[in-house]
């Protein structure tokens, strides 16, 4: 059985969950219009599949749901965060219009937080400047569990990598992809429904490839997509989310002292650029005659429209929400004051 619930009612419903296990309102709502913002576009490993790894980090005292990020800025291009132990997104919301400022005063603008817990897809961070006109590159490091290729023992994290950017009359091109085979909430999910791998995503506790999600989660890895390709791209995301932002690298990441912790502690880093100062014909425009060519070769679904369909089809019906799911956002935490059905009866 599956039930409808409104964007908005979802959003509200998951701010009662973070608020009743100590997040202040203000990050509250940030929180679950992220989370709810996946689920209504259609990024069920994170959504509110996450739901129990943000209670659970809060609960054991992994992360400090109420930190007030702390901005330094530090040259006329570069602007650092330190989330002080909280989650990134209040840190990137507090940095936001300076960041965007900064980028076009002097045409770019290097953002780093670190002492950030990440738990969320990236796009959602990166596809509002794109809205705002600016190009947009963001990584994350996260746990070590994805083995370099040629290696033997997870070194490296998911470690995903977005881009955005505009384009003139159309909604921004925005991709956000792990460098991981597979996303780790994916894996997750694959070993809930009992669905096997893949061929080539994954190993087991001895190194040995396996199709089996439980064997790759249960002291087993991920593998880097394509290869040696993959895995270079992710040790330049192990440098700048890490390296660069003053944050742990995935192999740093101890939450052994914090049963059911599942938010990683590392760093963040996000390029913005301003093409309103780049030379030839607007940006925007030349993006936008791109896209026009990618469709005419024959591709029929670019980068972000999937998430922009399932955006739509959510505001305008409702986001549909198993009797499962439904009950694990019951179970996760008590709603103050009310219930959550009595939200839905308004």
């Known amino acids: 059985m599956t039930r409808r619930v409104q964007y908005e009612e979802l959003c509200e419903i998951l701010a009662r969950i973070f608020e009743s296990v100590g ?23 994170h959504g509110i599949f996450r739901m129990k790894g943000y209670v659970d980090s809060i609960r054991s005292g992994w992360v400090n749901p109420a930190a007030t990020p702390r901005i330094e800025d530090v040259a006329p291009s570069f602007l650092r965060v330190d989330a002080r132990n909280g989650f990134a997104q209040p840190a990137l919301a507090a940095a936001r219009s300076l960041a965007i400022g900064k980028a076009r005063k002097t045409g770019a603008c290097i953002l ?27 990584v994350v490091n996260s746990m070590a569990v994805t083995v370099p290729y040629g290696a033997k023992r997870p070194l490296l994290g998911t470690n995903p990598i977005a881009f955005a950017a505009p384009a003139e009359g159309r909604a921004p091109f925005v991709f956000d992809m792990a460098t991981s085979a597979w996303a780790h909430g994916d894996i997750q999910i694959a070993r809930r429904e009992g669905r096997p791998l893949p061929e080539g995503i994954g190993v087991d506790a001895d190194g040995e490839p396996t199709r089996d999600p439980a064997r790759v989660l249960d002291g087993g890895a991920l593998l880097p997509f394509g290869g040696h390709k993959g895995s270079a791209l992710s040790m330049m995301i192990e440098l700048l989310g890490a390296a660069l932002t003053g944050g742990q690298f995935s192999t740093e990441v101890d939450w052994s002292g914090y049963p059911g912790a599942a938010t990683p502690l590392t760093g963040q880093f996000i390029l913005l650029i301003d093409p309103a100062l780049s030379g030839g014909n607007p ?64």
Do not use: Y
Request: proline share 5%; charged share 25%.
């Open 283 to 346: 940006f925007a425009v030349r993006a936008s005659e791109f896209m026009t060519n990618l469709s005419a070769a024959g591709l029929h679904v670019l980068p972000g429209e999937r998430r922009r369909r399932n955006r739509a089809e959510n505001l305008k019906n409702g986001i549909v929400l198993t009797d499962e799911e439904w009950e694990q956002l019951m179970t996760l935490a008590p709603i103050p004051g009310e219930n959550a059905n009595a939200i839905l009866e308004r």
């Open 23 to 45: 997040t202040p309102h203000d990050i509250a709502l940030l929180l679950a219009e992220n989370c709810a913002s996946c689920e209504r576009d259609g990024a069920k490993s």
């Open 112 to 138: 780093t937080i670190r002492q950030s817990h990440h738990l969320s897809a990236l796009w959602p961070d990166i596809e509002p400047f794109a809205e705002a006109g600016l190009i947009a590159l963001s």
